[in-house]
């Protein structure tokens, strides 16, 4: 497995296996949905992301248009939306787990701060994965802040 050092966490990715389950997947879970949340997440994907979590993402093999799943969680007082998703990898890590705090599913994730608009964390999951049959996944779990666009 290839091992990828990004800040205090050590990941370890099957990276063909990666590769290939984003490249057999259609689409990602926004462009699935489709709702007006979705659509405005869509146009701004590419400013979502911080350059070094951009970069991290392409070191997994993620392909990162293809989000597993996004959530709007409305808008903030400064009119910008807080979306939260996650993508997956095949693999393990060591450090921090952003579910460390939650009991049997419930309760928040931690999510460490990377820019002003951005956080991240790792945990072992596989929430609405379309990925059938593979056993041993991390999700990446995210939350930013972006513009409502009309
Ligand atoms: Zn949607």
């Known amino acids: 497995m290839k091992e990828i050092k990004y800040r205090d966490w050590t990941l370890r990715v099957a990276e063909v296996e990666t590769q290939r389950i984003y ?11 489709g709702c007006t949340s979705c659509l405005n997440f869509i146009k701004l994907r590419e400013e979502a992301y911080p350059d070094e979590v951009k970069l991290l993402i392409s070191n ?5 248009q293809k989000e597993i799943e996004i959530s709007d969680f409305g808008s903030l007082e400064d009119g910008r939306h807080l979306y939260s ?5 095949k693999g393990n890590f060591d450090g921090f ?9 419930n309760g928040h994730l931690d999510l460490n701060p990377i820019s ?6 790792f945990r072992y999951a596989n929430n609405k994965t ?3 049959g593979v056993e041993g996944l991390v999700q990446i779990e995210f939350c930013c802040k ?4 009309d």
């Open 146 to 149: 972006l513009a409502w666009l």
């Open 116 to 121: 002003e608009s951005f956080s991240l964390g």
């Open 130 to 132: 379309p990925l059938k």
């Open 97 to 105: 787990n952003c579910s460390s705090s939650m009991v049997e599913g």
């Open 85 to 89: 998703g996650w993508f997956h990898f």
């Open 23 to 33: 490249k057999e997947l259609k689409q990602s879970g926004a462009e699935s949905c």
């Open 60 to 64: 997994l093999g993620i392909d990162i």
